[in-house]
């Protein structure tokens, strides 16, 4: 069984920053992708940013320069550094991780943490 436990979300001021974690826990042997999404009130599940295993990062446009994307493959961790946020950042930001098993990669999600950006 796989875990994955986010922190770091809370309520923020416009053009402030935030820095999320994400950490996996229990039967991991390696983590290929690992990524953050995000899902606003009345909207879908959307990529944010992900990152291989061996670093290579991709941002949807809209974060590209604003947010960051980080790993720590000894502590099985993932980041987001969040900066110049906006109200439209306003989410519930999700950790995914990319999982190899016998069957394929196997993708698991983390719980959730609230972002909140006021104007």
């Known amino acids: 069984q796989v875990h994955l436990v986010e922190s770091g979300g809370g309520l923020v001021q416009a053009g402030g920053s935030l820095r999320l974690s994400c950490i996996a826990s229990?039967?991991?042997?390696?983590?290929?992708?690992m990524g953050w999404y995000r899902q606003a009130p009345g909207k879908q599940r959307e990529l944010v940013a992900s990152?291989?295993?061996?670093?290579?990062?991709h941002y949807v446009d809209s974060m590209n320069g604003r947010f960051t994307i980080s790993r720590d493959n000894a502590r099985s961790s993932v980041y987001l550094h969040m900066n110049s946020l906006k109200p439209e950042d306003t989410a519930v930001y999700y950790c995914?991780?990319?999982?190899?098993?016998?069957?394929?990669?196997?993708?698991?999600w983390g719980q959730g943490t609230q972002v909140t950006v006021s104007s």
């Open positions: 995914n991780a990319q999982i190899p098993s016998d069957y394929g990669p196997l993708g698991y």
């Open positions: 229990g039967n991991i042997f390696s983590i290929n992708d």
């Open positions: 990152i291989t295993f061996d670093g290579k990062t």
